[in-house]
Nanobody, 126 residues
Framework: QLQLVESGGGLVQPGGSLRLSCAASGFTLDGYAIGWFRQAPGKEREGVSCISSNGGSTDYVESVKGRFTISRDNAKNTAYLQMNSLKPEDTAVYYC???????????????????WGQGTQVTVSS
């Protein structure tokens, strides 16, 4: 059975770091694009970052550029989102997702992605 399970969220102070993981089971991530999205209370889901199947293409929403880094380890069937210099506005539930038919370059659009994890809460607060 297909599963994407996020982990690594938690409570962190502003300026701190977290690394989110997205572990896949029931299928292999190799060959598919991965996206990280987030949704804060009262806000629409926002694309944060995406990475192509071979890691050659990445994209980030402007607000996280220079602070977040997406990566993947296909051998471990896991994707990651390293989040540094966290800000209170980064507080949200973070979701990973898989695009079964990715374009040449990944797209930061929720409509592009097909299957989603359950999310992990990230709270940035002093």
């Amino acid at each position: 059975q297909l599963q994407l399970v996020e982990s690594g969220g938690g409570l962190v102070q502003p300026g701190g770091s977290l690394r989110l993981s997205c572990a896949a089971s029931g299928f292999t991530l190799d060959g598919y694009a991965i996206g990280w999205f987030r949704q804060a209370p009262g806000k629409e889901r926002e694309g944060v970052s995406c990475i192509s199947s071979n890691g050659g293409s990445t994209d980030y929403v402007e607000s996280v550029k220079g602070r977040f880094t997406i990566s993947r380890d296909n051998a471990k069937n896991t994707a990651y989102l390293q989040m540094n210099s966290l800000k209170p506005e980064d507080t949200a539930v973070y979701y990973c997702a898989v695009d079964w038919a990715p374009p040449l370059r990944c797209r930061l659009s929720s409509n592009e992605f097909d299957d989603w994890g359950q999310g992990t809460q990230v709270t940035v607060s002093s």
